[in-house]
């Protein structure tokens, strides 16, 4: 069993920095992915950023790419979600996931079903 918790939402003016963290309890290395999935009311959950627990490997949908960075610490368990130069379109509501892919699965999936274990949310407003 995986859980997850978010931090670090808030307000923030255009242009500026927000990082979220997202602490995980159990078995959340060998095979898993991370994902960061915003959502906003109305609209389905949107993948944001992913990153493979083992590898590093990053993935980034376009709308964040060279903005957002995500990263993991192995030894505090956390993955953290960098936000810079946001924008008053990144505000939502966002989500830390967790799957554990099969075998020979090196990818990070960009689909909010493929995973299994989220947390509670963490909301960010961007003000313009």
């Known amino acids: 069993q995986v859980q997850l918790v978010e931090s670090g939402g808030g307000l923030v003016q255009a242009g500026g920095s927000l990082r979220l963290s997202c602490a995980a309890s159990g078995h959340t290395t060998s095979g898993y992915v991370m994902g960061w999935f915003r959502q906003t009311p109305g609209k389905e959950r949107e993948f944001v950023a992913g990153i493979r627990w083992s590898s590093g490997y990053t993935t980034y949908a376009d709308s964040v790419k060279g903005r957002f960075t995500v990263s993991r610490d192995n030894a505090e368990n956390t993955v953290s979600l960098q936000m810079n130069s946001l924008k008053p379109e990144d505000t939502g509501v966002y989500y830390c996931?967790?799957?554990?892919?099969?075998?020979?699965?090196?990818?990070?999936?960009?689909?909010?079903?493929?995973?299994?274990?989220w947390g509670q949310g963490t909301q960010v407003t961007v003000s313009s």
């Open positions: 996931a967790a799957d554990r892919r099969p075998p020979f699965d090196f990818g990070v999936p960009d689909t909010a079903n493929e995973y299994d274990y």
